[in-house]
């Protein structure tokens, strides 16, 4: 059984600072992990996703994740924040075990606030 | 550049209708996905499909049904939509295999129900 928990439904930050967008996640074998973001009125878009090897992921719109298999995390991160990135965020794990090679389990969301 | 596109933007039925919502994509992706976003519930997964007439209940198949007959369409039927499938849904399409392949979103569809 896959799932991924973001256990804060809301993140709220000012320009300028550093942002963290937190997500756990639970398989039974090893992870492939993704974030994606939703602007307003808009369909989800990819931003980026842990394979193998580098525990740290750049993406997209200077995005970046932390892998961290003992504490079971994928934190979404970014140093400077802008009013531009506020959005809802979704975090996304799929187990390499899972012969059902599509599917992923998404998490219930994060809104992330960026106050100028 | 990678497309998905749904039908509507923005739907209003009644309740007992049956409703058709179009999902399009040209990537030639082998998956597609229905999903049905909902506040404070994230995602939830309604079908799958992994190849033409191919498909897989997901989450909360109840109340709905699919339909693939072409590699690039995939459509989800509302036999009787009813005012608790008030929603957004999300169509989503992907490469198969054992990769860590990303999924592609359309733009989705709010549906109303009255």
């Known amino acids: 059984a896959q799932s991924v928990a973001q256990p804060e439904d809301q993140v709220n930050v000012a320009e300028g600072n550093p942002l963290t967008v937190k997500c756990t996640y639970s398989v039974s074998g090893n992870p492939y992990l993704f974030w994606y973001v939703q602007y307003p009125n808009r369909g989800l878009q990819f931003l980026l996703k842990y394979i193998t090897g580098d525990n740290l992921v750049k993406g997209s719109y200077g995005f970046e994740a932390e892998f961290n298999k003992s504490q079971t995390s994928f934190h979404l991160k970014k140093p400077s924040a802008l009013v531009s990135d506020s959005a809802l965020y979704f975090c996304?794990?799929?187990?390499?075990?899972?012969?059902?090679?599509?599917?992923?389990?998404f998490g219930d969301g994060t809104t992330l606030t960026v106050k100028p | 550049d990678v497309k998905v596109t749904q039908s509507s933007r923005y739907l209003v039925k009644r309740t007992g209708e049956k409703v058709f919502l179009e999902c399009v994509q040209d990537?030639?992706?082998?998956?597609m996905f229905w999903y049905r976003q909902d506040p404070g519930l994230g995602l939830r997964l309604i079908y799958f499909?992994?190849?033409?007439?191919?498909?897989e209940k997901g989450d909360i198949p109840e109340g709905y049904s699919v339909s693939r007959e072409k590699k690039e369409r995939f459509s989800l039927i509302l036999e009787s939509a009813s005012t608790n499938q008030t929603s957004m849904y999300l169509c989503?399409?992907?490469?198969?295999?054992?990769?860590?392949?990303?999924?592609?979103f359309g733009p989705g569809t709010r549906l109303t129900v009255t």
């Open positions: 499909s992994y190849d033409v007439k191919m498909k």
């Open positions: 990537m030639d992706h082998e998956n």
């Open positions: 996304a794990v799929r187990d390499r075990l899972n012969t059902n090679a599509g599917k992923s389990t």
């Open positions: 989503a399409s992907s490469i198969s295999g054992t990769g860590a392949y990303e999924q592609y």
